[in-house]
């Protein structure tokens, strides 16, 4: 192609003579100018870039016409002014309807062919301006529709976002309903058996054997109990739900920690044989004291609760790869592969435990998941090889990151 | 599962409620009644006693290990045993949500946790003397 300002002017004239002398005549008046022999080469050099074609219609490989119609299959825009030796209309009519902008007769007055040129190239000029300006429209059209797609690929994007926030409300709010309803459940359990007994103590005391009084009031002494605990229990998971575990970070010493718990509950005179062992001696981590605490204490209760009288409890403690691992071994009946995810559930309690009786809301492992969760640990449950015993097992980080955690607003509740 | 109080007992009663102390509590009231009662822990021991059985009512807790209270009652209404027309009487926590299909399985009245003693053995007076 040729510059972007200056007009390239191919001459084919099958005269050397007559071209070269154009040539130079143009050359001087300042075009850039070409000289091709025949059709043939006329092309090629078109087809590097030419705008202009000053040709002569009669020549020894092909008509001039024809050339000219090649050539505005290189180059669309391509101007012509044919040269023509006739003297007839017919080939001026021809060559015009062929698409040259004029013709000149051979031999040709120069001034006339000057004339003929600057206001082809005039042409060829504005042409050139048009398809430029043409050019600019489409790629701002285009810049225009990019910006239209990304606009509406972010909006698609955001809509998709606010759709998943919506679903996760709706998700948060169903469980909401869940743990309303299931608390909903187990107060009025409770309730249901103490207003029961005691409406039948003051209508039928008169009809009703000492051991039956006794028994109907210790009835309602546990469940005064039972109601008790879960109002606590609840109240604590509300509390955390609503604002959080507050974390007071500070060097916490795991074994000192466990001993002191272990003193607390030895108090209690709970029959079991607590042993601690930390293999590498203290372990010192940076995390919430009353926190880890509270968590040994509530999987220490349940070690005591849920084995046998007399049976060994162990404290594990280990320190490696900037985590800190505590173990609480019992000796208790285990528990089964299927519930050990569920019995983190609020509310769930496993089939063998509510069949033996033993007391609890169902909220304690939960509670203690938020607190190791708010403490950036996890917690996990293995059982001994033929499913006897229980291992919590509570991971915690040496350093903890946050300082305050927003508590979990989803505490998953067991179903039915 | 239950005991005879009197020698001529005024009904047949089938308790089924998870619940020890409630199952307690309803079983002592209806037996001081002169009510020969039956006891189920579970749905699936309900549906058992109630065709075996076959009392006079059921009182039915809802929320029930194994088989929940609406599947005792689809399963008494579809089978082919006299247990299909015994009334039924929910005994347990009765929400908005689960009115409605309280109605559509042809339970005959509800009692919602915590109830009145009295006021629950007033009903099973009145429903036993109906159906007699």
């Known amino acids: ?416 | 599962m239950g005991q005879t109080i009197s020698q001529s007992p005024k009904g047949k009663v089938l308790i089924v409620e998870d619940d020890p102390h409630t199952q307690l509590l309803l079983s002592k009231n209806l037996e001081m009644s002169g009510y020969e009662v039956f006891t189920a822990s579970d749905g699936e021991e309900g549906v058992r006693l109630a065709l075996e059985k076959i009392p006079d009512l059921i009182l039915l807790d809802l929320l029930l290990p194994r088989i929940d209270g609406w599947e005792v009652c689809r399963r008494l209404r579809d089978s082919s045993s006299a247990a299909r027309d015994v009334p039924i009487m929910i005994v347990s926590i009765i929400g908005k949500d689960n009115m409605r299909p309280a109605q559509t399985m042809g339970a005959i009245t509800f009692f919602n946790k915590p109830f009145q003693v009295n006021a629950l053995l007033n009903e099973v007076g009145k429903i036993l003397h109906h159906h007699a």
């Open chain 1, 1 to 416: 192609m040729s510059d972007a300002g200056k007009l390239r002017i191919i001459i084919v004239d099958d005269d050397a003579s007559v071209g070269k002398t154009l040539l130079g005549i143009l050359k001087k008046a300042g075009y850039d100018v070409e000289w091709a022999p025949n059709g043939k080469e006329a092309l090629e050099k078109l087809k590097s870039g030419g705008d202009i074609l000053l040709v002569d219609v009669r020549l020894p490989d092909m008509n001039g016409l024809d050339i000219l119609r090649e050539g505005h299959k290189i180059n669309a825009d391509l101007g012509a002014i044919v040269m023509t030796g006739y003297s007839d209309t017919e080939t001026a009519v021809r060559a015009l309807n062929a698409g040259a902008f004029a013709y000149v007769q051979k031999p040709y007055n120069i001034d006339e062919v000057k004339a003929s040129l600057a206001r082809l190239a005039e042409r060829q000029n504005l042409l050139r301006q048009n398809r430029e300006l043409v050019r600019q429209l489409q790629d701002s059209n285009a810049v225009l529709e990019r910006k239209v797609a990304e606009r509406t690929k972010s909006l698609q994007t955001a809509n998709l976002d606010l759709a998943n926030t919506i679903e996760r409300l709706k998700e948060a709010d169903a469980a909401k309903s869940a743990f309303v309803s299931m608390v909903s459940h187990e107060l009025r359990t409770p309730l249901t058996v103490i207003e029961g007994f005691t409406e039948t103590l003051i209508d039928k005391l008169e009809s009703l054997k000492k051991e039956e009084i006794v028994q109907y009031l210790e009835i309602i002494h546990t469940d005064t109990l039972r109601l008790t605990r879960l109002i606590q229990n609840i109240l604590d998971l509300s509390q955390m739900q609503a604002k959080g575990i507050a974390i007071n970070p500070a060097p916490v010493r795991l074994k000192a920690l466990s001993e002191s718990v272990v003193r607390g509950l030895e108090v209690l005179n709970t029959g079991m044989k607590f042993e601690i062992v930390f293999d590498q001696g203290e372990v010192e981590i940076f995390s919430d004291k009353d926190c880890v605490e509270q968590v040994l204490v509530n999987l220490l209760s349940n070690a005591v609760k849920y084995s046998p009288k007399n049976s060994a409890i162990r404290i594990e403690g280990v320190s490696r790869d900037g985590i800190a691992q505590l173990s609480v071994i019992d000796q208790g009946p285990g528990i089964p592969e299927p519930e050990r995810e569920r019995i983190f559930q609020a509310f769930y309690r496993c089939p063998d435990v509510v069949n033996s009786k033993t007391p609890g809301t169902g909220l304690g492992l939960t509670i203690t998941r938020a607190i190791v969760e708010a403490l950036e640990g996890r917690i996990k449950v293995e059982s001994g090889p033929e499913g006897k015993g229980s291992s919590f097992q509570v991971t915690l980080p040496r350093r903890i990151e946050g300082e305050k955690s927003n508590g979990s607003n989803d505490i998953p509740v067991a179903k039915g």
